[in-house]
């Protein structure tokens, strides 16, 4: 039986859209931390914007526009300090996040975003959400482990392929 690494590492190859790459980013997360909602959004820091790149909730969270980036506690961790954000409950997640009373009616009430760091700059995070206090320290820890190199790799080909760089016969 092929585990979820083996079949995204099978799939990647495959892909010929940047959504089609976040949807394999997506499949491979689904197990393992899990999620009930999960988006991609990618960052130019030089702007100062970021934008939705991929939704698994395209109704609540549309993928359209940018919204610029904010100052914060959320973002001195994520982009200041280059380590993952984690919040295991609404109230925690209310202190960064506008949109908690969105997050709550979903079900969610914990969030896990992985940043993807390339060039030595953050592109974009990986975010996932599920039930309160979902992401414990294990399942981050083992999460952390083997899904950046994936999720470099899925914003590296996102790139490449909404510029329509393909690679020669």
């Known amino acids: 039986m092929?585990?979820?690494?083996?079949?995204?590492?099978?799939?990647?190859?495959?892909?010929?859209?940047?959504?089609?790459?976040?949807?394999?980013?997506?499949?491979?997360?689904?197990?393992?931390?899990?999620?009930?909602?999960?988006?991609v959004m990618t960052v130019d820091m030089t702007a100062g914007l970021a934008r939705r790149a991929y939704t698994s909730h395209p109704r609540e969270y549309p993928v359209s526009g940018t919204k610029p980036i904010e100052p914060n506690s959320w973002f001195d961790i994520v982009h200041g300090q280059r380590r993952s954000f984690i919040a295991n409950r609404i109230e925690d997640i209310a202190q960064v996040f506008p949109d908690h009373a969105l997050i709550a009616s979903l079900g969610c009430g914990s969030v896990f975003n992985l940043p993807v760091i390339i060039g030595n700059e953050l592109v974009a995070t990986v975010n996932m959400l599920h039930e309160t206090g979902?992401?414990?320290?294990?399942?981050?820890?083992?999460?952390?482990?083997?899904?950046?190199?994936?999720?470099?790799?899925?914003?590296?080909?996102?790139?490449?392929?909404?510029?329509?760089?393909?690679t020669p016969d």
Do not use: M, N
């Not at 099978?10 to 859209?17: L, M, P, Q």
């Not at 959504?19 to 394999?24: A, G, I, K, M, P």
């Not at 083997?146 to 393909?166: E, F, M, Q, W, Y």
């Open 134 to 166: 979902h992401y414990d320290a294990a399942r981050v820890a083992e999460a952390e482990a083997t899904l950046r190199l994936p999720a470099s790799l899925c914003a590296a080909l996102a790139v490449l392929l909404d510029r329509d760089i393909k």
């Open 2 to 39: 092929q585990t979820a690494l083996e079949r995204f590492s099978k799939a990647i190859g495959t892909a010929d859209t940047a959504d089609r790459v976040w949807q394999l980013l997506e499949e491979l997360t689904a197990d393992s931390p899990g999620h009930r909602l999960f988006t």
